[in-house]
């Protein structure tokens, strides 16, 4: 997987300092648990694989165990279906 910076991260402004941060997200399916997991990181900090995976091991995650994405946009698109 790579990381391109310029496709996953968006710019916030915080209100209290008014600095502006590049903020990522990484989405992690854990088939282990059976969860979905978001998680909102800098991107200054978090912008390569093998930190990103690091970070996730930490976090508890098995990385043969899960999928993750990273990507700028926190929506999650939860659609019911009746068949």
């Known amino acids: 997987m790579r990381f391109d910076s310029s496709l996953a991260t968006k710019q916030i402004r915080h209100e209290s300092d008014n600095k502006l941060n590049i ?15 978001q998680y909102e990181v800098d991107a200054s900090e978090y912008v ?29 698109n939860k659609i019911k279906i009746e068949l």
Do not use: N, P
């Not at 903020?23 to 997991?37: A, P």
């Open 23 to 37: 903020m990522t997200i990484i989405t992690v399916l854990d088939y282990e648990s059976g969860k979905v997991w």
């Open 48 to 76: 390569r694989v093998h930190t990103v995976e690091a970070m996730l091991e930490e976090q508890g995650h098995r990385i043969k165990d899960i999928e993750y994405m990273i990507h700028a946009d926190e929506t999650i």
